[in-house]
């Protein structure tokens, strides 16, 4: 198993009389391992332990103990007390009457009625520069800043002090080693461990702490052993105590992820491999927040764990790749998968809830890989077979299965849009303007089934008029001669049935769709709608600006003609039906 990144650690040992700690010279990155005692100043080199981020002394040190540098030593309250029982801090208490008054045994009536709002102030409403201040609560103060050294200081004493019976953590009476852990800002704790212990459960602390190292060991015990450089000294200690404990997982269940990793950090570089395992099994089955599932998966691809337990957290977040497997296969399996349960799925509003999710997700993934063109062309083509079934079925005045014709064309309008996002939508309009059975069946289906397939259609316009389908010259004119006659007679129903229709979308795309064509063709299309706006006027999409913008190619400009001539204005009243 590999650890963090590799540092090396240097101790030292002096006698235990001496009551003066040094600090902790350098930084975490050490020369190799020596040890020096006070008999052979020269350093003799061990085997080589393993990595560790931390570095390692061993030196005379004072008892347990730490402060936080904070203090706490005003008198404000017992200052206010003095003033609150002298009067001087009522607003409402009256001033002392004057001396010559006291002698008079009451007040008038006059008298009592004059002074009565003085006794009696009337409630007033708190205003932001008005507050209503109790005469007995001190005045508000700022909260002093959190002193977040304290505040570790006393989380590591609620550790230390939390333990159970017959557990030899932190035992003085006990212990044999006095372990110092220190931090590079200033946090230094010390605590009583027994090192048959962390020989047993560290590989870090066996090379250490060996038989060799305290044969060299002339202080009487308990030894003085000091880690310096902690990143987080709880946490440190948190790894400790869990080398005394028998259920490590119970104990983990206590923690947070966050806290866990930070365990499993420290774990992996003294060599604790029951620790490392017991937190792998907690990050396993615990449940991540969405901004812990980075961590995990970070951490685990630093320390790079070749154990089962790692990969097992691992695979909630990535899948692996079969021998043989396509790279994004699988993924287009599943987008698949979920494509066809939406257009297979019975319940209409979860299916429009799940199309809208669908799509999100197939246009967040910017790669435009993970699922085949192919593969969407040929759901399409399932949902075009069973619209034509149920349509010709129609046709023949066989309406029992009618409610398909609305389902299927909301299927293709789906996945047409998904087409068109993809900028892959070109054969989608060919093989629809290529379907002139289901266009010579429309009138003879009921406007009131048939209506949503217009809306098909519609899309293509809208596509075609913002740039987003670039189809050629003969299949954007056979679209147009093979359904806009159908979507002329659906208008009106479209307009009415339609839930959150844009109807000057749909005529501003149908304008620029007829504008991309040939200007004799679009005389031929301009003057037909002409004459069939003027008839059903709000049942007929109007297309005046493609209108005017037709009028002024095929007259205006004639012969280098540029004048503008007066604008031309087309309305129509409402008609009988609308």
């Known amino acids: ?189 010390s605590m009583s461990v027994h090192r048959q212990i962390l020989v047993a459960h560290s590989r870090f602390f066996a090379v250490k702490l060996s038989d060799h190292w305290i044969k060299q060991q002339r202080a009487r015990v308990p030894y003085i052993v000091e880690i310096a450089d902690c990143e987080d000294i709880e946490v440190y200690i948190e790894a400790l105590r869990l080398m005394y404990c028998e259920d490590l997982r119970r104990m983990l269940m206590k923690e947070d992820v966050s806290r866990v990793l930070g365990i499993l950090k420290v774990s992996a570089a003294i060599g604790f491999d029951a620790g490392v395992l017991s937190c792998l099994e907690y990050l396993e089955a615990a449940p991540w927040a969405e901004d812990e599932e980075e961590k995990v998966a970070s951490l685990l691809s630093k320390l790079r764990f070749d154990g089962v337990a790692a990969g097992e957290v691992l695979k909630r977040v990535s899948v692996e790749v079969s021998n043989g497997t396509e790279e994004g296969g699988e993924n287009e399996d599943v987008l698949l998968k979920l494509l066809h349960v939406v257009l297979e799925g019975k319940d209409e509003k979860a299916r429009r809830d799940m199309k809208g999710l669908v799509s999100k997700m197939l246009r967040e993934n910017s790669s435009q890989t993970d699922i085949r063109k192919d593969s969407l062309y040929s759901a399409c083509e399932g949902c075009l077979h069973l619209l034509c079934k149920h349509f010709l079925q129609a046709a023949e005045s066989d309406l029992s299965e009618v409610a398909q014709i609305a389902r299927q064309a909301d299927n293709l309008h789906w996945i ?131 209108f005017e913008v037709w009028w002024r190619r095929a007259f205006w400009r004639r012969n280098g003609e540029q004048r503008p001539l007066r604008q031309l204005q087309i309305t129509a009243g409402p008609a009988e039906n609308s």
């Open 416 to 546: 047409l849009d998904i087409l068109i996002d993809r900028n892959i939508a070109e054969d989608f309009l060919k093989s629809w303007a290529s379907q002139s059975e289901l266009s010579t069946a429309h009138p003879k289906v009921p406007a009131v089934h048939r209506f949503e397939v217009s809306g098909v259609t519609a899309r293509l316009f809208v596509g075609i008029g913002k740039g987003q389908l670039l189809a050629s010259k003969d299949a954007r004119c056979l679209l147009l001669r093979t359904w806009l006659v159908p979507f002329y007679d659906d208008f009106a129903w479209m307009r009415r049935a339609s839930r959150g229709l844009d109807r000057h979308l749909i005529e501003e795309g149908l304008s620029n769709t007829i504008l991309t064509l040939p200007l004799a063709w679009q005389q031929e299309i301009m003057l037909a709608w002409f004459d069939r706006f003027l008839n059903s006027g709000e049942d007929c999409p109007n297309i005046q600006r493609g």
């Open 1 to 189: 198993m590999a650890t963090a990144a590799t540092t090396t650690t240097q101790l030292k040992v002096q006698p235990v009389a001496k009551p003066k700690r040094r600090k902790c010279r350098g930084d975490a990155t050490t020369p190799p391992t020596n040890i020096t005692s006070a008999a052979s100043p020269e350093p003799e080199i061990l085997p080589t332990p393993p990595d560790s981020p931390f570095r390692v002394r061993f030196s005379p040190s004072p008892g347990m103990e730490y402060t936080s540098g904070h203090h706490d030593g005003s008198n404000g309250f017992t200052k206010f007390n003095s003033a609150l029982t002298a009067g001087l801090l009522n607003p409402l208490s009256p001033p002392p009457p004057p001396l010559h008054e006291k002698a008079r045994s009451s007040p008038t009536l006059f008298e009592m009625m004059a002074s009565e709002p003085d006794i009696h102030p009337r409630a007033q409403i708190p205003t932001p520069h008005h507050p209503i201040m109790n005469p007995l609560t001190p005045k508000a103060q700022v909260p002093p800043p959190v002193d977040r050294q304290a505040l570790a200081m006393q989380r590591i004493s609620d550790i230390l002090a939390s333990k159970s019976p017959g557990n030899l953590f932190n035992d003085a009476a006990t212990g044999d080693i006095k372990l110092t852990l220190s931090s590079k800002d200033g946090i230094s704790v």
